[in-house]
């Protein structure tokens, strides 16, 4: 069965250290993974993607994910973190089941703390 | 900017009575889903469709109906309201070429009492 793990319910850390968020996923073939993040009382907004090509995915507000199909991971991560960057992340993996419907298995999210 | 609404952003119903959530989205996007989101639990997606009068089941189906009869509006509809979906309920959008880059609604959030 086809599915995204994110092991940390939460993560803190101090403003201008680097930050992670841990994914990992089950599918069979190759995968097609994302990311979008949830600020406060707002929806969520997509902030990357891997499909091929290069390891290291770049996004949005300076975030990056690393895919590594050995460790079937794709954490997420920043060199510096925000106070702004708090927020709810959801790590996803396209349905291989249902191609190109857009179907997407969401983990269950990681809240990020970054305190002052 | 792509924007998608939602017709409330919190909703107090009784239970069994019949609930209605709009979507809207002006980007004239092919892909419309409807999930809801609970704490520890992430998304679950609940219906999706690809095209008017299309949809198809997601994960969890069961007590929801969905109508989609112009390609801007998505509507998910509660028969008969239960406790057990009080919820967030999060309306996205995308486009057919990319429909995995998907465009979320602020969310509604139904308590059923």
């Known amino acids: 069965a086809q599915s995204v793990a994110q092991p940390e319910d939460q993560v803190n850390v101090a403003e201008g250290n680097p930050l992670t968020v841990k994914c990992t996923y089950s599918v069979s073939g190759n995968p097609y993974l994302f990311w979008y993040v949830q600020y406060p009382n707002r929806g969520l907004q997509f902030l990357l993607k891997y499909i091929t090509g290069d390891n290291l995915v770049k996004g949005s507000y300076g975030f990056e994910a690393e895919f590594n199909k050995s460790q079937t991971s794709f954490h997420l991560k920043k060199p510096s973190a925000l106070v702004s960057d708090s927020a709810l992340y959801f790590c996803?993996?396209?349905?291989?089941?249902?191609?190109?419907?857009?179907?997407?298995?969401f983990g269950q999210g990681t809240t990020l703390q970054v305190k002052p | 900017d792509v924007k998608v609404t939602q017709s409330s952003r919190y909703l107090v119903k009784r239970t069994g009575e019949k609930v209605f959530l709009e979507c809207v989205q002006d980007?004239?996007?092919?892909?419309m889903f409807w999930y809801r989101q609970d704490p520890g639990l992430g998304l679950r997606l609940i219906y999706f469709?690809?095209?008017?009068?299309?949809?198809e089941k997601g994960d969890i189906p069961e007590g929801y109906s969905v109508s989609r009869e112009k390609k801007e509006r998505f509507s998910l509809i509660l028969e008969s309201a239960s406790t057990n979906q009080t919820s967030m309920y999060l309306c996205a959008s995308s486009w057919g070429g990319s429909p995995e880059t998907q465009y979320f609604g602020p969310g509604t959030r139904l308590l059923v009492l």
């Open positions: 980007m004239d996007h092919e892909n």
């Open positions: 996803a993996v396209r349905d291989m089941g249902s191609s190109n419907t857009g179907k997407l298995i």
């Open positions: 469709s690809y095209d008017v009068k299309m949809k």
